[in-house]
């Protein structure tokens, strides 16, 4: 049975006990998903899985605390549920997890980036290359050659937590090394140069805090720190310091959290490289303290806790 | 806002190298600021009346004095505030000596720093709010931990007051290191003999409650209302049924476990009761020498024991006691010497420690107080004791002086002459230290009445010459080389910190410096309290001393206990964390985070959850407020706006001295 087929069979069984079941369907045009909201076996139909299937569905979990829900997750974005699980902002026992071993799924910036979709007529999706149809003719799109940065370096194809899979277990396939390669790029610069390039590219912000509402963790949302009088963290001014202090804010906030679900940059209209900034400090966090974010449910985030000795850092010889 | 500033010169303390004069005239242009001036010593009486008047004149609802650290005046003039009839709280101290005028010699740099100081100060008081104090319960129970003649000291002394002493101690006997002397120093009397009527004082007062064999497991709460978990550690006996008859140690079948009491010169049984003075006078099994526990099968002493008190089976048992303060008192301990490679400590049997000779020389221990060497059991006709074994040496990064093993080699050298009279004894020292009171004369008589010769030399070797030792080293005072060829070497080793030290400071939050001594809240002023409250401190944890000093503190540490618990209530600091329930999104990281469960989850009425700060609990570290990704929790007096307010002064400092 594909894929699909196991998650519409799943999602039957399961649906009556349920508010809802969160998933996927087409969106505005063939190359656009949209998160769907299966509320009666009608809607199951309108169920799709492809690599269009773009979207972190857990940032919906921390709102719906307190009422059952079932959601379609892939291995990047169970990470975050194990996350929201191990910080007590959801509970397991409310949720039904359908698990989705996946391939990647595209970058639909890099796919722009190639060829003009605005007049396209349609997209057809094979296991390696996505097809799309443009007035000028057939263009054949290598798959890994769109997929989004993160697939790149994928471990965790499969999902870490699930009540149901759908599909066979998939073992990690992507080199680790190519990580941090981008952020070993900028550390090699200089002090200066790291913040002008950091400034080049964070001018660009518009403070409209679409990496912020796309975010899984960040469950302050409308009491967000950035937005708040009192405390005044940041002015209204347009400049580039407090656009700066508001990412310097953002990335600080999901230190040892973030589980480079890439959901920040993926959400941003300027095209600002945010997952830089975040794999940077899981790097950081994990040469600090041992520890991957969104991993083990059991697992207590570093900095959300209170040790009088950090046994991954020996400050004294006993 | 109309704010105050007040510029202290203390002398030439600050004046020396900051313009007091130039900063108060400065402060005089900052927003807020209405009145300001310098005096030569603000703390002074004249100086905190010049405060009072100038809050009634110029109608100040705010005060900034630029003078020392907090730690020294903050009390000072938010008392002198509340007296000019204000708000204690409305006041901050910019700190223009220890961070400023002590550090560097640059005038005007001190000046400019002082200048900008001050503005955030300013920029801080004029974001500040009355706060007011509540009031909890103190809980009179004292912890006394180390029950050596410091802890005793205090347990007497607080449970004479009327408090209730819960006297916790390591061993299975209270008596600490003194138990184990011969003599003491300079009155050469008996060290049981005065000890003892205090442990019976101990042991029978009905205020005190002893725990012995036990150790401490974890401390929460905070002064007033600690909660203590006690281990007491698995004895194998039922101390109720134990009566201390013996008959299980003259039966016990494995006779060779590590004997404690006797450092070691001798063996003891598996089953023991430690000395024959030992309170509470109750047997205990080492189970590492123990057969039942070694190979499993053995029972001689379950057999023997008439009334039924041995059991195998027990385990150890966690004790919750609840007090208001504790008296931490657990003594030192002594370097390994087998780290004094240079003088074959632990290589060769006849160089022992000054500890293990005190058993040698006391008449209750293995020997019956005849001196022998260890090697063939014969009398020594020559011993060479060795001061600073390990003390006052940059090389083994233990440059501090030991305290009183000056005092002890003269007495165990005057003891010597008296048990041996056709001994010879020579001391190799460094500097003979006798400061207190008798004790140069006592040098004077061992030298002198008593012939003992004093090398004042460090020695570099120590190598076996048949039955012999041979000790090498110079003679500072003749300039040569001297080796004396001797039966016996003593070593004077270091005191170190108690085992464990460190893990304990951590339990009780207390600061200890490099060594694992305890850190007093002040060298000077205050020699037995520390930085934490309801925590005090006797006796040689807190550095080497003597027993005159350790006892000292520990009556100085009881009366801390007893002026601390005269109050029926305590005054809690206003100066916590808050919640602003409307901006709390019910995360509650910041009860994860806090060190002191200070925070608990609170469900509003309409049912949303929300931290709430516990305000006795609260010490004000501040640490929930760094992780609460909101800002809704807040350290009243240093919240997030003011420590804005203080960096955007410091901003416009800048910006000012950049544009000219």
């Not at chain 1, 039957?12 to 505005?28: C, K, M, P, T």
């Not at chain 1, 409310?94 to 007049?119: A, M, Y």
């Not at chain 2, 990281?589 to 006795?616: M, N, S, Y």
């Amino acid at each position: 049975m594909a894929i699909l087929d196991k998650l519409k069979d799943g999602v039957q069984r399961e649906l009556e006990g349920l508010e809802f079941v969160i998933g996927w369907e087409q969106g505005y045009d063939p190359l656009h998903a949209s998160p769907l909201f299966i509320r009666t076996p009608g809607d199951i139909d309108r169920l799709i899985w492809n690599p269009l299937c773009v979207h972190n569905l857990a940032s919906y979990l921390p709102s719906l605390k307190g009422r059952r829900v079932g959601i379609l997750l892939k291995g990047c974005d169970s990470r975050s549920v194990i996350q929201l699980l191990q910080e007590g902002l959801i509970k397991r026992e409310e949720i039904v997890i359908f698990g989705i071993p996946c391939r990647g799924v595209v970058d639909l910036s890099k796919i722009k980036s190639r060829i003009d979709t605005s007049q396209m007529r349609a997209v057809s999706l094979m296991d390696d290359a996505v097809v799309i149809e443009i007035p000028q003719g057939r263009e054949e799109i290598p798959l890994d050659d769109v997929l989004a940065t993160k697939c790149l370096s994928c471990q965790y194809p499969t999902p870490l937590i699930y009540d149901h899979l759908a599909g066979e277990v998939l073992p990690p396939q992507r080199p680790t090394e190519v990580l941090y390669k981008e952020v070993e790029v900028i550390e090699e610069l200089d002090v200066q140069d790291r913040l002008a390039h950091w400034e080049r590219e964070l001018d660009r912000c518009i403070r409209c805090y679409a990496c912020r509402n796309a975010c899984p963790l960040c469950v302050c949302q409308d009491y967000c720190a950035a937005e708040s009088r009192n405390p005044r963290w940041l002015s209204q001014r347009a400049g580039v310091s407090e656009k700066v202090m508001w990412h310097i804010m953002h990335a600080l906030h999901l230190a040892g959290r973030c589980t480079d679900c890439g959901e920040c940059e993926r959400a941003c209209p300027m095209d600002i490289p945010i997952q830089r900034i975040r794999r940077k400090i899981n790097k950081e966090i994990k040469e600090l303290f041992g520890y991957e974010a969104g991993v083990n449910p059991e697992d207590t985030p570093p900095l959300y806790t209170f040790k009088v000795e950090e046994p991954t850092i020996q400050e004294r010889e006993w | 806002m109309r704010i105050g500033v007040f510029v202290c010169h203390c002398g030439t303390n600050i004046d020396g190298t900051v313009d007091s004069h130039q900063v108060a005239e400065e402060a005089k242009k900052f927003p807020h600021v209405v009145y300001a001036t310098d005096y030569l010593y603000t703390c002074s009486e004249p100086g905190q009346q010049e405060i009072q008047q100038a809050v009634g004149e110029h109608d100040l609802d705010g005060v900034v004095v630029a003078a020392c650290s907090p730690r020294m005046h903050e009390n000072t003039f938010r008392r002198t505030i509340e007296r000019a009839g204000l708000n204690r709280y409305m006041f901050e101290m910019a700190n223009i000596r220890e961070h400023c005028s002590w550090i560097g010699e640059d005038r005007e740099a001190n000046t400019h720093k002082a200048i900008e100081l001050v503005r955030m100060a300013v920029a801080k008081v004029a974001n500040h709010v009355h706060l007011h104090p509540s009031y909890f319960e103190v809980n009179k129970r004292v912890l006394v931990i180390g029950a050596g003649v410091a802890g005793m000291q205090a347990a007497l002394d607080c449970a004479d007051g009327g408090l209730d002493v819960v006297l916790v101690e390591k061993k299975s006997s209270i008596g600490g290191r003194m138990a184990q002397l011969d003599k003491t120093f300079p009155t050469v009397d008996c060290s049981i003999c005065i000890l003892g009527p205090k442990m019976v004082d101990v042991g029978q007062h009905e205020k005190i409650k002893l725990c012995t064999y036990s150790e401490i497991e974890d401390i929460s709460g905070y002064v007033g209302n600690y909660t203590v978990n006690i281990r007491r550690k698995a004895t194998y006996v039922d101390w109720g049924k134990c009566t201390g008859c013996g008959l299980c140690m003259e039966k016990c079948p494995s006779k060779k476990a590590y004997d404690y009491h006797n450092e070691g010169i001798a063996d003891t049984t598996a089953i023991n009761i430690s000395f024959p003075q030992a309170i509470p006078k109750k047997a205990t099994i080492d189970p590492e020498y123990c057969r039942q526990f070694t190979k499993g099968k053995c029972g001689v002493c379950a057999k023997v024991c008439p009334l039924g008190a041995i059991d195998y089976e027990m385990e150890d048992e966690i004790v919750a006691e609840e007090v208001g303060a504790i008296i931490v008192a657990t003594g030192y301990g002594l370097l390994n010497m087998e780290e004094l490679g240079e003088y074959g400590a632990g290589r060769y049997p006849d160089v022992i420690t000054g500890i293990q000779y005190e058993r040698f020389l006391n008449a209750s221990g293995p020997t019956q107080g005849h001196v022998v060497r260890p090697s063939d059991g014969e009398e020594p006709k020559r011993v060479v004791f060795i001061s600073c074994a390990g003390s006052r040496d940059a090389s083994l990064d233990r440059p501090y002086c030991s305290n009183f093993c000056c005092m002890y080699i003269a007495k165990q050298a005057i003891l010597t002459r008296d048990h041996i009279p056709d001994s010879e004894v020579y001391v190799f020292y460094m500097d003979t230290r006798s400061p207190s009171k008798g004790y140069e004369e006592f040098i004077r008589r061992a030298q002198e009445e008593y012939g003992v010769q004093y090398v004042r030399g460090r020695v570099s070797r120590i190598y076996p010459k048949g039955k012999r030792m041979v000790v090498r080293g110079a003679d500072t005072l003749l300039g040569t080389q001297v080796e004396v060829e001797t039966d016996l070497v003593v070593l004077a080793t270091a005191a170190t910190c108690a085992p464990e030290a460190e893990e304990l400071a951590e339990k009780l939050r207390i600061s200890y410096d490099e060594y694992g001594f305890y850190m007093e809240s002040h060298p000077k002023l205050r020699p037995v309290e520390t930085n934490t409250s309801g925590v005090f401190l006797a006796g040689a944890c807190q550095g080497p001393k003597d027993i005159p000093a350790a006892v000292g503190q520990g009556s100085a540490a009881a009366s801390k206990v007893l002026s601390l618990f005269s109050k029926d209530q305590l005054e809690s600091d206003p100066q916590i964390a808050q919640v602003m329930e409307l901006r709390c999104v019910g995360c509650l990281k910041c009860a994860d985070t806090c060190p002191f469960q200070a925070i608990e989850e609170k469900e509003l009425p309409d049912g949303r959850v929300v931290g709430h700060v516990i305000e006795t609990v609260c010490q004000g570290c501040g640490l929930c407020t760094s992780i609460c990704p909101s800002g809704a929790i807040q350290l009243q007096q240093c919240t997030d706006n003011q420590l804005i307010a203080e960096v955007e002064a410091l901003c416009q400092a800048w910006r000012e001295r950049s544009s000219g």
